[in-house]
Nanobody, 123 residues
Framework: QVQLVESGGGLVQAGGSLRLSCAASGRPLMLYAMGWFRQAPGKEREFVAAISWSGGSTNYAEPVKGRFTISRDNGKNAVYLQMNNLKPEDTAVYYC????????????????WGQGTQVTVSS
């Protein structure tokens, strides 16, 4: 089982940027497709972005396309989410997740989760 720990959240003004990091331990990250999800207060958790085991393929939710970029460094066992032009509606707890080593991967296939990191965007 892979263990995941997110970091990099915080408070930022609208239009600003944050970079989230997800550190993995327990198993090599290259065994997994990886994803980022988020959950806003009173809402269900939703898919944000995913990346294949090699980093060669990515997928994004429509609300973040063109603003967020997912990347990974298998040598460092880490996954990142660069978030630019942040909006108040991006406020949520962001979770890193590991999924099966296939592509494309369904949101429902992600099974290992971190504890989350809070992102708050002020208007």
């Amino acid at each position: 089982q892979v263990q995941l720990v997110e970091s990099g959240g915080g408070l930022v003004q609208a239009g600003g940027s944050l970079r989230l990091s997800c550190a993995a331990s327990g198993r090599p990250l290259m065994l997994y497709a990886m994803g980022w999800f988020r959950q806003a207060p009173g809402k269900e958790r939703e898919f944000v972005a995913a990346i294949s085991w090699s980093g060669g393929s990515t997928n994004y939710a429509e609300p973040v396309k063109g603003r967020f970029t997912i990347s990974r460094d298998n040598g460092k066992n880490a996954v990142y989410l660069q978030m630019n032009n942040l909006k108040p509606e991006d406020t949520a707890v962001y979770y890193c997740a590991a999924g099966p080593n296939k592509w494309p991967v369904r949101a429902a296939d992600f099974g290992s989760w971190g504890q989350g990191t809070q992102v708050t965007v002020s208007s």
